[in-house]
């Protein structure tokens, strides 16, 4: 279940808009979404924070574009729509791959590991995966619209520089 802040509501620092997606089965297990703000040019950035027991990672200045119909709130509503499954496993990542999806199935469960991996391409980097088990059909819908409403609240959001 993915619990989204909706922007009709004031906001303080721990209440800002955001995306949070618990594993069904160890809810010390999560993904959460943050930090969203306008990067100009048809861009969000955003935060992506994973946890899970011994695990607590963060990846700042995710891009996230605004355009087109292959960001992470459309691969999701993609899952959604073939909820009855699906052969193999399917994947998504950002154009700099900072952070990628890997989604399979069990049953009317859908696994999603997370994968943050910021510097990819220098020496020192890390990379940090977790797991979040959703249920097909209306959880994966869900999260689909809690992800594309976090992205446009980012998307109305500037940053003052």
Same mark, same amino acid.
């Given at each position: 279940?993915?619990?989204?802040?909706?922007?009709?509501?004031?906001?303080?620092?721990?209440?800002?808009?955001?995306?949070?997606?618990?594993?069904?089965?160890?809810?010390?297990?999560?993904?959460?979404?943050?930090?969203?703000?306008?990067?100009?040019?048809?861009?969000?950035?955003?935060?992506?924070?994973?946890?899970?027991?011994?695990?607590?990672?963060?990846?700042?200045?995710? $891009?996230?574009?605004?355009? /087109?119909?292959? +960001? =992470?709130?459309?691969? #999701?509503?993609?899952?959604?729509?073939?909820?009855? %499954? !699906?052969?193999?496993?399917?994947?998504?990542?950002?154009?700099?791959?900072?952070?990628?999806?890997? $989604?399979?199935?069990?049953? /009317?469960?859908? +696994? =999603?590991?997370?994968? #943050?991996?910021?510097?990819?391409?220098?020496?020192? %980097? !890390?990379?940090?995966?977790?797991?979040?088990?959703?249920?097909?059909?209306?959880?994966?819908?869900?999260?689909?619209?809690?992800?594309?409403?976090?992205?446009?609240?980012?998307?109305?959001?500037?940053?003052?520089?």
């Amino acid at each position: 279940m993915t619990t989204p802040h909706h922007a009709d509501t004031p906001e303080t620092p721990d209440e800002q808009p955001h995306v949070t997606i618990p594993c069904r089965d160890n809810p010390a297990v999560g993904v959460r979404l943050c930090d969203a703000r306008d990067a100009g040019r048809d861009a969000v950035h955003h935060a992506v924070e994973a946890r899970a027991p011994g695990l607590a990672a963060r990846l700042d200045e995710v $891009v996230a574009w605004t355009w /087109g119909g292959d +960001g =992470l709130a459309a691969f #999701l509503e993609r899952l959604a729509a073939e909820y009855r %499954g !699906w052969d193999g496993e399917r994947s998504w990542e950002t154009d700099d791959g900072d952070l990628a999806v890997s $989604v399979f199935r069990s049953g /009317g469960l859908v +696994g =999603l590991t997370w994968t #943050l991996r910021p510097w990819r391409r220098a020496a020192g %980097g !890390w990379s940090a995966s977790v797991t979040t088990w959703v249920e097909a059909g209306e959880q994966m819908a869900g999260l689909a619209a809690d992800v594309r409403h976090f992205l446009a609240s980012g998307a109305n959001k500037s940053v003052a520089r």
